[in-house]
């Protein structure tokens, strides 16, 4: 997705703009003059004068709406980067199946109907992206955490159902699977020094390199580490 030699910039939707990962990515891409649709759940202004829809990841009709206003206002849409995700405690022993639920709707429902809002979009052009924030939960389960590792299994197996059904398009699914990084969301759940956990800032560098890369050299997943795992 090179931006040289075209004369309009690429234009990506970021789902989860608003904090976070999304809103790292968000700023990064900008400073780097793609042409953004930010999607959350609030109303505040993140970047003036970059595309801002609403979107709620249990919501179908929001994911299509927002699909449907990014096209209406950029003519095209190159490609996602879905970020909006939770996180609950759920163990095996005493796990409540609301919050299992809760958490399959948003990370499981959530990513599906996205995938699905935005893929007719993509494969026009030969050069769509799908990019998720899944996470190393997503390829291991540490200690007895289940539903969130559930819900991160799922989401991987979205984005692989994105790259086979893409592939002849020209359309490239990448997940991103970080260990802990320096968000809310870890700062709930993580005892380590906010130091020491991956920045949300070099994410969002990975971001940007895996949207530049041509099909030709597409890379399905990448797993981002902030201590040594070797298993
Ligand atoms: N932080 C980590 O350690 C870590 C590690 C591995 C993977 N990840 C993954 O990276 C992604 C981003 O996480 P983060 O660390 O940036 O988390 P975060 O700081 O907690 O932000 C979560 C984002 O998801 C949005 N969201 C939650 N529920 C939503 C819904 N129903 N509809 C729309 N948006 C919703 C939140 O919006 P609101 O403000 O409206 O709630 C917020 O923008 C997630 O997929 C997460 O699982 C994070």
């Known amino acids: 997705m090179s931006k040289s030699g075209k004369s309009s910039p690429p234009v990506v939707m970021i789902s989860g703009a ?10 990064r891409l900008h400073e780097a003059g ?30 299509r709406q927002w699909v449907a206003d990014t096209l209406e206002r950029h003519g ?24 299992l639920r809760e958490l399959l709707e948003v990370n499981v429902l959530g990513s599906w109907r996205l995938a699905q809002a935005c893929y ?45 059904t893409g592939w002849e398009h020209g359309v490239r699914a990448i997940s991103i699977c970080p260990s802990w ?10 005892k380590l020094p906010a130091d020491t956990l991956t920045q ?16 030709e050299a597409a890379i399905d997943e990448i797993k981002i580490n902030c201590a040594l795992e070797t298993c």
Request: contains cysteine; aromatic residues 4%; hydrophobic residues 40%.
């Open 18 to 27: 608003n904090r976070g990962i999304g809103l790292a990515i968000a700023h």
């Open 34 to 63: 793609y042409a953004l649709s930010l999607g959350s759940r609030h109303s505040a202004t993140l970047l003036p004068g970059v595309q801002q829809c609403h979107y709620d990841a249990r919501d179908a009709d929001s994911a």
């Open 76 to 99: 095209r849409l190159d490609a996602v980067v879905h970020c909006a995700a939770i996180l609950k405690a759920v163990s095996l022993e005493d796990g409540r199946e609301e919050d």
């Open 120 to 164: 007719p979009a993509l494969k026009t052009h030969g050069r769509g992206r799908f990019v998720q924030l899944v996470s190393m939960s997503g390829k291991r389960v540490k200690g007895t955490g289940c539903g969130y590792p559930i819900s991160k299994f799922a989401q991987l197996a979205i984005s692989q159902c994105v790259r086979n």
């Open 181 to 190: 990084v320096n968000t809310d969301m870890a700062r709930d759940v993580c």
């Open 200 to 215: 949300p800032e070099d994410v969002a560098r990975i971001v940007q390199l895996l949207l530049e890369l041509p099909n």
